[in-house]
């Protein structure tokens, strides 16, 4: 596996189940980032890990739960979600978080909450 | 408030040029960046500008003026596969990445 990988590619789920999202980077990165991307918005930024502790919570609703075990492995865990939450999720790493430093995005996980 | 600006829609004939512009208000700046996304993928890295001027890469040049926040992504020798959104980003004073809505580019033969 090269780059990021992101897993499941698509989740259905109803408002009462837990379900986590899965990201992998194959690069080396020291930062990892989780974003939400609705349709003509632009990317939300929801969480920065950088050397595995989380350094950015942009008010991110408590029923998303992230966790960084180790600089290449980020996760979603997810409950109670709304309908309104339905998006896609990405994940992205970069090799530090200042200056010039590009993201490298996940394919992403297409979620609907029903 | 931060606030990144682009066209929602631009459309193009495959060999044309077309350039796709960004204005930004954000509290500092430290560098933009120009992504693609072909629809239902990974949005790809393109090009980062930091300092004034042009810089280029192939077929896309990208364009920042500081004093008027404003950058602009040209693509010369359109193709189809260019068909796709183009992200505009603006890294603030605390190096988060602000992110424009995207500007939907059709290429039509």
């Known amino acids: 596996e090269t780059g990021v990988t992101q897993t499941p590619r698509h989740l259905v789920m109803g408002m009462t189940n837990k379900k986590s999202l899965k990201c992998e980077q194959h690069?080396?990165?020291?930062?990892m980032y989780w974003y939400k991307q609705s349709a003509k918005k632009p990317l939300e930024l929801m969480f920065v890990?950088?050397?595995?502790?989380?350094?950015e919570n942009n008010s991110v609703p408590s029923r998303f739960s992230p966790e960084c075990p180790n600089s290449s492995h980020l996760f979603l865990h997810l409950h109670t979600l709304q309908p309104e939450d339905s998006a896609l999720y990405l994940c992205?790493?970069?090799?530090?978080?200042?200056?010039?430093?590009?993201?490298?995005f996940g394919p992403g996980t297409r979620l609907t909450v029903t | 408030g931060q606030n990144i600006d682009q066209p929602t829609e631009m459309t193009a004939t495959e060999g044309a040029i077309v350039q796709i512009n960004c204005t930004y208000q954000?509290?500092?700046?430290?560098?933009l960046f120009w992504y693609q996304q072909h629809a239902g993928e990974a949005p790809t890295f393109l090009s980062y500008?930091?300092l004034d001027g042009l810089e280029e890469k192939g077929r896309f040049s990208s364009f920042l003026s500081r004093s008027k926040g404003y950058s602009y992504l040209l693509l010369k020798e359109l193709q189809m596969k260019d068909s796709a959104s183009y992200l505009c980003?603006?890294?603030?004073?605390?190096?988060?990445?602000?992110w424009g809505a995207g500007t939907k580019l059709i290429i039509k033969p």
């Open positions: 992205a790493s970069s090799q530090g978080q200042g200056e010039s430093y590009e993201q490298y």
């Open positions: 954000t509290s500092g700046f430290n560098g």
């Open positions: 890990y950088s050397l595995e502790e989380r350094v």
């Open positions: 980003a603006v890294r603030d004073s605390n190096y988060q990445l602000i």
């Open positions: 500008n930091v």
């Open positions: 690069l080396g990165h020291n930062a």
